[in-house]
């Protein structure tokens, strides 16, 4: 069985199929495991630590016999059909075939790059950072301005970057609501006087963090249901102000702001095309990969999906999936 890509879902399939006692290749591009996952730290909803969820499950795989773990390691080609096919993987000493009744696709996402937006100053202003960026400055407790070194009085969190926008990515990145008020609430434990705000479209936060919207509105995080314009900086002091469209009674407001956090989402990696092609998967108008019937199941037999090659999921969800799609292809290897 061969499992392409290392990260939270590729390291549980691989961790459920050794426990049925099917061998698992497990693949990653990149010299570790882990993926987006290794630069977070506390998780929203369950409030674990993204580093010792990690650390668990890792070990827990190296110490199975029946898995194999390559990283540096990228499929180049694939050839022959359910349940024999041929898996040519390019590692460093050289390229090696090997047969495989399966195949589970776990690439995952890559964040999304804020940079071609403009009006919210990404790379221009140094207090405007992205979620991913400040998720690094909350795991290492180093909540500062960039600008001045100084711990912020005032933080903003803008939603949908590169998510529900006709100029970038159409589709709502499912997890960008929940880690912004999770965050939220993380800032205002370290600092209970920082002024935290969300400017959102509208707050999708579903199921269990729905409690965690709530707390955070007791907790004194503000809400503004907006449509922010641009954000512009003082020549004196680069102080931040966000222009927005107070969107429910239309008037247009300045929101001054330490800080300013853009959430953003999440896009297919690049390789994504190129895989469809050698799989003979197929793609969703966003790009990611295409299922054909729900959770895990592909046009391909023999091939499934998990976690968010098949579109943005939170971690929760990435590990059920994971865990279908290693049954799923235990039931097609044993016919």
């Known amino acids: ?3 392409v890509g290392g990260g939270i879902a590729g390291i549980q399939a691989a961790l459920n199929l050794s426990e049925l006692g099917i061998e698992a290749i497990l693949i990653e591009r990149e010299s570790t495991l882990g993926g987006t996952l290794r630069e977070l730290g506390s998780l929203f909803s369950q409030g674990k630590r993204a580093p010792d969820l990690l650390e668990r499950k890792i070990q827990a795989l190296r110490a199975c016999p029946s898995a194999t773990i390559l990283t540096n390691t990228e499929l180049s080609e694939v050839t022959g059909a359910y349940p024999r096919f041929t898996v040519s993987l390019k590692t460093p000493p050289g390229e090696k075939k090997h047969e495989v009744a399966a195949l589970i696709v776990t690439t995952g996402f890559k964040p999304f ?5 403009k009006p919210y100053g990404y790379k221009k202003y140094q207090d405007v950072i992205t979620a991913l960026e400040l998720a690094t400055m909350l795991k290492e407790e180093k909540l500062v301005r960039a600008s001045n070194k100084q711990t912020p009085h005032s933080v903003t969190f803008i939603q949908c970057i590169g998510s529900r926008d006709t100029h970038a990515h159409t589709y709502c990145s499912y997890f960008c609501c929940m880690y912004a008020v999770h965050m939220a609430l993380q800032i205002k434990e370290k600092n209970p006087r920082c002024m935290v705000n969300i400017l959102y479209m509208d707050i999708r936060t579903p199921f269990c963090s729905e409690l965690t919207y709530e707390e955070a509105r007791i907790r004194g995080v503000r ?5 922010p314009a641009k954000i512009r900086a003082a020549k004196d002091n680069g102080h931040l102000t966000i222009q927005f469209e107070d969107t429910l009674d239309g008037s247009l407001r300045f929101l001054p702001s330490d800080m300013v956090v853009l959430s953003i989402g999440a896009s ?3 390789e994504t095309a190129s895989l469809a092609s050698a799989l003979h998967l197929e793609c969703e108008e966003s790009g990611f990969y295409k299922l054909e019937q729900p959770p895990v199941f ?4 023999g ?3 998990a976690g968010c090659a098949s579109g943005p999921k939170d971690v929760s969800l990435c590990l059920a999936e994971a865990s279908a799609a290693a049954v799923y292809a235990a039931i097609a290897l044993r016919g």
């Open 298 to 301: 592909t046009k391909a037999r």
């Open 223 to 227: 809400f503004y249901r907006s449509k």
């Open 1 to 3: 069985m061969l499992i």
């Open 268 to 270: 297919p990696p690049e």
């Open 303 to 305: 091939v499934f999906l």
């Open 113 to 117: 790059d804020p940079s071609a937006m």
